[in-house]
Structure formats: C-alpha cells, structure tokens
C-alpha cells in the first residue's frame, strides 16, 4: 500500500487533498467511520485504519500541524499519552532541523507492510514495518529536491474510544530519539554555511567505493525499496534485537562491498561475530587502530561540520554518547548543496542527512576515512 502526501503546489488532486483535511475534527470519519456495531472490525478495515493513520501522521508533520496528532491518540491512557508526546516532539524537531539546514519538506510518503494483526475484544494489535520517504528543498534553490527514506519497525496499539479506534501504545525504534532535544545558538550560522556549498562530483569513485555504495543500498533493510524486499543479506545474522545491528551492516559494506576488506582475527565473522564486527565502540576503535580507518575529524556538530564534505560514498561516521560510540553509519553520497548521505541500520537509513537523527547537544561525531587502497 502506498501512503503519500504532499504540499498544496502539487497540482491537479492536491486541492482535494488539503480540503480533506481542513478540519482536523473530521479524521475520524476518513478512516475510522463510526459504527453501532461493537464487534471488531476485519482486518481489511485494520489495514485501512492503519493506513490512513501514517497519512495523517504524515500530512501533521509535513503542515506543522500538532492538531491533527492530538485526534489520533488515547491521551487517557500513559502509553497513549507517551505515544502522542513523542510523536509532537517529533514534529517540533523536524521543524527545528529544517531551519537549521535551510530546507523545507516539500512530501512525506509512507509504505507500510503488515505482518501480523492480533486483536480481542479489548485492543488490537499491529505488528508492521514502514518505509517513509521524504523530500526536500533547499530555500534558495526550490526545484532540486532531495530523497532520504527511513524505515522503522511498529508494534501498535489501537482501542475503541466511543464509536472510534485511537492509539494507545506505540512501540518503534526511533530514528530521531537522541535528537528530539535540538537545540543549538548556532543555526543560523550553520544554515549560512550549509546553503553556500555546492554539489559534489562522485563520478570518479573507484570501483571498491562504487562496490560499497552499491551494496549499502542494496541492504538497507526496511529503508530501502518494494523492489528490493526491504531484507537484511541473509548471509549474516540480524543484531537489532541483541544490542543493534549498525556495525555489523558497516562490516558488511567494508568486506562484502568494498573490494573485498579482508577479514582478520580481531576483525571476523563467521560461525559467530568478533565485538570488532558487530560493536559500534569496538568496530570504531579497530578500524582506527588498524590503520583500515584515519580519522578526518573528531567532535560537536559545529566543530566537525567543515569536515563532513571531505567524505565520500564508502566512508563512515561514528556516533559517541556520552564517551561510547553507539551507532556507525555508512557514507552513501551528498544533496544537492553537497551535505553527506549515509545509510544505516537501526534504524535503517537510506541516503539520510548525517546528522538528522543525531542532533542532541551531548552527541559527539567521528569522521573516518576507510582505506580501501584506492
């Protein structure tokens, strides 16, 4: 199913569209219409209900409008309450990101796959996956857009409110959890340098690069395309429910991808995974110590931003909180103004702003150049 939605300049049905939402007291009767009846509804109608829920999650986040949010959730509940604050947050952030990077967001679309529905008489629950893909624009340049997806795995609670179903729990990996708290002096300083870039030319990579590109996109998981089967390469086993599988995905990228990296004894995979293969700190430190990675820059969002342009696809990024790397990241390309793209896994990232997601005031970046002999 293909959830899209986007701004008013899209021309021929977008004027329906924006009037189907002028009131946000009339959801409730797109996509969850009242019934006499008190028995549960089938799942076909449950996948309709969760359809047009990411719609119009979507179309709060893409106008700015927290309205919408508050018809969506069982805010008598304290799951459903967290489950709507999270959600504001969310929003608010987004809307702080854009400004600091002088972008707008001109789409969102969801593509939603539900893997399982169980439902009783109090609640049903959806166990699903989301692929979300957005688009921006830079402000001063309003006809390049951009694509970045991300793609997240729920587990959601909905529960009859009268003649209608809300949330009352919601449970995901977020992407933007440690960057909800956005808040830096200096955006307007960084929006001016960011807007002054240019693209950059990665016609000329080598064929190991090109190979880790190639093979970062292919296996992105949840983030990545219907095409594609939103799947793990099935050689290797999926960490993201025993510490997380970022690591292990930039491993990958680096022997299977890149020409090759061969393995070693601190640095292996096979009957089961070294802490170099699968640990984010680990992966990081070996990769340095080895010589396999040099450090390009080392510090706060400000202090490195200068830097980021000198990666390129096939290089990596390294996440610190609070002393420890908690997340890798590989360099998949640049925007339009030439910003660094990178996929992940969890949660799984395809050709995503470095930094969105990673934005909180304790997060410290390493920027590493991978030597693949090129």
Excluded at 144 to 171: A, F
Excluded at 275 to 299: C, D, E, P
Aim: proline fraction near 3%; charged fraction near 25%.
């Amino acid at each position: 199913m293909f959830l899209i939605v986007y701004r008013k300049q899209i021309i021929g049905w977008s004027i329906g569209f924006i009037a189907l939402f002028s009131i946000a007291a009339a959801w409730t009767h797109l996509w969850w219409p009242p019934s006499a009846s008190t028995s549960l509804p089938p799942d076909s109608e449950i996948v309709s209900m969760v359809d047009d829920l990411f719609r119009l999650r979507n179309h709060a986040i893409l106008e700015a409008k927290p309205e919408i949010l508050e018809t969506l959730y069982d805010r008598s509940t304290r799951h459903g309450k967290w489950s709507f604050e999270h959600q504001y947050k969310k929003l608010r952030y987004l809307q702080n990101w854009t400004e600091k990077q002088g972008t707008r967001l001109t789409a969102i679309r969801s593509l939603v796959r539900i893997r399982r529905i169980d439902a009783n008489d109090r609640r049903i629950r959806v166990t699903l996956l989301a692929s979300t893909e957005y688009r921006y624009v830079y402000i001063d340049e309003p006809d390049k857009e951009n694509l970045m997806r991300i793609g997240t795995y729920h587990s959601l609670d909905l529960v009859r409110c009268g003649e209608h179903w809300q949330i009352s729990r919601e449970w995901f990996t977020d992407p933007f959890a440690d960057a909800l708290s956005l808040n830096n002096p200096l955006v307007l300083e960084e929006r001016k340098f960011i807007l002054s870039q240019k693209p950059k030319d990665f016609s000329n990579l080598s064929s190991r690069r090109r190979n880790a590109l190639n093979y970062a996109d292919t296996y992105c998981g949840a983030a990545a395309n219907d095409e594609q089967g939103f799947k793990y390469n099935s050689k290797y086993r999926n960490y993201n429910y025993s510490g997380g599988d970022c690591a292990n995905f930039a491993s990958q990228v680096l022997h299977e991808g890149g020409g090759g990296l061969r393995k070693t004894y601190a640095w292996n995979y096979g009957k089961g995974a070294s802490k170099a293969w699968v640990n984010a700190h680990a992966f990081n430190r070996y990769m340095l110590q080895s010589g396999r990675g040099t450090r390009i820059a080392y510090g706060t969002y400000s202090q490195v931003l200068p830097y980021s342009y000198r990666l390129e696809p096939g290089d990596y990024i390294a996440y610190e909180k609070k002393g420890k790397v908690t997340h890798i990241s590989v360099v998949t390309g640049a925007d339009s103004k030439g910003y660094t793209l990178m996929n992940s896994h969890n949660a799984d990232r395809y050709r995503v702003p470095w930094d969105l997601g990673y934005s909180d005031r304790g997060i410290r970046f390493w920027l590493v150049k991978v030597n693949y002999g090129d």
